[in-house]
């Protein structure tokens, strides 16, 4: 059963930066390709990046040069690092494995001054 919990979300100044962590069970991530995603309120939930098998990333424009994403394959655990952190980037942030249907339960990030 795949189970995925993701965590460090918070509120933080716009500029401001988060880690965020999405600790897996049931899959391996480094043989998976894995996206970030969020969902604003009242908006549609959105891709923002994904690692790959290879390790190579990709990222969503509204992200790019912001946001990077990386593994640790010891602790099957994948990580978004946020800078520079706007208001449009509230949401609640979920990982999964890219093209799956396997959700966690997201952690809250708050952007605001």
């Known amino acids: 059963q795949v189970h995925l919990v993701e965590s460090g979300g918070g509120s933080v100044q716009p500029g401001g930066s988060l880690t965020l962590s999405c600790a897996a069970s049931g899959i391996i991530v480094r043989i998976n390709a894995m996206g970030w995603y969020r969902q604003a309120p009242g908006k549609e939930r959105e891709l923002v990046g994904i690692i790959y098998r290879d390790g190579s990333t990709k990222y969503e424009d509204f992200v790019k040069g912001r946001f990077t994403i990386s593994r640790d394959n010891a602790k099957n655990t994948v990580y978004l690092q946020m800078n520079s952190l706007k208001p449009e980037d509230t949401a609640v942030y979920y990982c999964?494995?890219?093209?799956?249907?396997?959700w966690g339960q997201g952690t809250q990030v708050t952007v605001s001054s």
């Open positions: 999964k494995p890219y093209g799956s249907a396997y």
